[in-house]
């Protein structure tokens, strides 16, 4: 069965700081999509980016970007120039025909 | 639009009582599903449907139950709840792998 990974269960930093998270998968099929959601304290979850797995382009948006590489099997997701705003859990995770599995997420703190 | 709407948003039960977790959406998704969130384990598949009639069980489906009668309306079963699932349930359709999520039912069972 897939897995999700995600290695840093909290991360710190200082507002203004670049801060990059992790996402390991493991998964046998060739066909597949990767996401990253946001959780802010409020509770819900808030989608980020979908990449299929034919789709190896990093992608901008804003001040956020994601490094897809399928050689380590990584996704990782860089906040630039971090915001208070920032502050929430992120969690990554992979589908495979409808069954995702999420990451245990990373909670990230940003202080002003 | 509402997207996928959940109810109700908080829910105290007793050992043994039943209940039934509601979720409707109304982009006329044909895929729905239901996870659990539990702290340090992120979300958990509990079950899916594929489409009105058809449902599958996902990474933890014990103690729970299904059924899809509409496109609209995905109802989770709790038939004898048990402290184990205290926890926060998420209600999500989605199109084209894209989950669109409901804002959570938060469940305690005593």
């Known amino acids: 069965a897939q897995k999700v990974t995600q290695a840093q269960t909290e991360i710190s930093v200082v507002e203004k700081e670049d801060v990059t998270l992790d996402c390991v998968y493991e998964?046998?099929?060739?066909?597949?999509?990767l996401f990253w959601y946001k959780q802010p304290p409020s509770g819900e979850l808030v989608f980020l980016i979908r990449r299929n797995s034919f789709d190896e382009q990093n992608e901008i948006s804003g001040r956020y970007s994601w490094n897809f590489q399928k050689s380590t099997s990584s996704f990782n997701f860089t906040i630039t120039a971090s915001q208070v705003v920032d502050s929430a859990v992120y969690f990554c995770?992979?589908?495979?025909?409808?069954?995702?599995?999420f990451g245990a997420g990373t909670r990230l703190t940003v202080k002003p | 639009n509402a997207g996928v709407t959940q109810t109700p948003k908080f829910q105290v039960l007793k050992t043994g009582q039943s209940m039934t977790l509601q979720c409707a959406q109304d982009?006329?998704?044909?895929?729905m599903s239901w996870y659990r969130q539990d702290p340090g384990m992120g979300l958990r598949l509990i079950h899916y449907s594929v489409g009105a009639g058809i449902t599958d069980q996902g990474e933890v489906p014990n103690g729970y139950n299904v059924s899809r009668s509409t496109t609209e309306d995905f109802p989770l079963r709790l038939l004898s709840a048990a402290p184990s699932q205290t926890s926060v349930y998420f209600c999500?359709?989605?199109?084209?792998?894209?989950?669109?999520f409901g804002p959570g039912t938060r469940l305690t069972v005593l």
């Open positions: 995770a992979l589908s495979e025909a409808h069954d995702m599995r």
């Open positions: 998964t046998r099929d060739t066909t597949y999509y």
């Open positions: 999500a359709s989605s199109y084209r792998d894209e989950q669109f």
């Open positions: 982009m006329n998704h044909e895929y």
